[in-house]
């Protein structure tokens, strides 16, 4: 597209009252997400690296706790404005979906993680039929009209 400019997003989701982040959210609301969004950066030099190829690296942070950095909630906000400008449709419905979307899948990431934590460690379950399952979960198609 003329304009545009090429831009990598990386994106998280970060449990902001885990060991490594509770203090940072305790202090700021958004301010773990925030906190790892600039560790992201730094991370390998991700940032710089990208910046010398001409591409703009952007973290898309959210938080297991429904929270996320404001980069991400503008680059979703965008992502709803060119598919409105692409197909049709009213941005800010859009971006309403796109929030949900994401909503539901940070939930089922919970939901699955804390199944995984209470069952016994020789449940029997290998690390190819969880995989399956995973994939299973992520692939079946939604309807958040």
């Not at 560790?39 to 929270?67: M, N, W």
């Not at 979307?101 to 029997?124: E, F, H, Y």
């Not at 379950?125 to 079946?140: D, G, I, R």
Request: aromatic residues 4%; neutral net charge; proline residues 3%.
């Amino acid at each position: 597209m003329p304009g545009s400019q090429r831009v990598a997003l990386d994106f998280a989701v970060i449990n902001a009252l885990g060991s490594s982040h509770w203090q940072t959210s305790c202090r700021e609301i958004g301010g773990a997400a925030a906190a790892y969004a600039q560790k992201k950066r730094r991370h390998l030099d991700t940032a710089a690296h990208c910046q010398a190829e001409g591409i703009s690296f952007q973290p898309v942070v959210f938080t297991s706790q429904g929270t996320m950095t404001k980069e991400a909630s503008s680059i979703l906000r965008g992502i709803a404005e060119a598919i409105s400008v692409a197909e049709g449709g009213c941005p800010a419905q859009l971006c309403e979906e796109i929030f949900e979307r994401v909503a539901i899948l940070i939930a089922r990431a919970n939901s699955r993680a804390v199944t995984r934590r209470q069952q016994p460690r020789d449940a029997g379950v290998s690390a190819a039929s969880a995989a399956l399952a995973a994939h299973a979960v992520l692939s079946e198609p939604m309807d958040v009209c």
